[in-house]
């Protein structure tokens, strides 16, 4: 089991900026890849950005890249989402995921869940 808590979130004004972490603590050794998704409401919960866990390879959705950047810090277990130049459409709940498997952007594909942080951008 890979237990994980995300922080971070908050109210922040159209083009501010935000940090969202990730903590991951359990049997961390079996994950590969590490995710971001985000579920406003009415909404499919959605692919944001994808790490592979041992470094090199990120994804992101089309519509965060250039101003969302994922990074990891091994040492620590934390997965971070620096998200800059907030627009009022990524107002949702953003979740932290992890895989046990390669990299990917399929939701279905993560095997554990946070529990959630929610981000308001006001315009």
């Known amino acids: 089991q890979v237990q994980l808590v995300e922080s971070g979130g908050g109210l922040v004004q159209a083009g501010g900026s935000l940090r969202l972490s990730c903590a991951a603590s359990g049997r961390t050794e079996t994950t590969q890849a590490m995710g971001w998704f985000r579920q406003a409401p009415g909404k499919e919960r959605e692919f944001v950005a994808a790490?592979?866990?041992?470094?090199?390879?990120?994804y992101y959705a089309d519509a965060v890249k250039g101003r969302f950047t994922i990074s990891r810090d091994n040492a620590e277990n934390t997965v971070y989402l620096q998200m800059n130049s907030l627009k009022p459409e990524d107002t949702a709940v953003y979740y932290c995921?992890?895989?046990?498997?390669?990299?990917?952007?399929?939701?279905?594909?993560?095997?554990?869940w946070g529990q959630g942080t929610q981000v308001t951008v006001s315009s």
């Open positions: 995921a992890a895989k046990s498997t390669r990299i990917g952007i399929d939701r279905y594909e993560y095997d554990y």
């Open positions: 790490i592979r866990w041992s470094g090199g390879s990120a």
